[in-house]
Nanobody
Framework: QVQFVESGGGLVQAGGSLRLSCAAS????????IAWYRQAPGKQRELVAG???????NYADSVKGRFTISRDSAKNTVYLQMNSLKPEDTAVYYC?????????WGQGTQVTVSS
């Protein structure tokens, strides 16, 4: 079983930046894909950015050019660099593996972007 702990969220003004961290523990060798998801108030959880064990990345259209996902395999940590933040980026951000029925979610980290 793999566990993920998110950190780095906070309050930032529009146009600012934040760097989120996701520390993975457990059977991390079995993970082929790790992604950042977010859930804004009143909205469904959505995939923001993902990265495979081979370094292939993908992003939601809404964050392309602004967010960058990366990983440090030695530290079992995934990062999300968020630049040019917008109020619509406000959400709780989670990291996890590819979506699957019954998967567990951690506490996430709150990102609030003020206008």
């Amino acid at each position: 079983q793999v566990q993920f702990v998110e950190s780095g969220g906070g309050l930032v003004q529009a146009g600012g930046s934040l760097r989120l961290s996701c520390a993975a523990s457990g059977s991390t060798f079995s993970i082929n894909f790790i992604a950042w998801y977010r859930q804004a108030p009143g909205k469904q959880r959505e995939l923001v950015a993902g990265i495979s064990r081979y370094g292939i990345t993908n992003y939601a259209d809404s964050v392309k050019g602004r967010f960058t996902i990366s990983r440090d395999s030695a530290k079992n940590t995934v990062y999300l660099q968020m630049n040019s933040l917008k109020p619509e980026d406000t959400a709780v951000y989670y990291c996890n593996r590819a979506l699957s029925s019954g998967m567990a979610w951690g506490q996430g980290t709150q990102v609030t972007v003020s206008s």
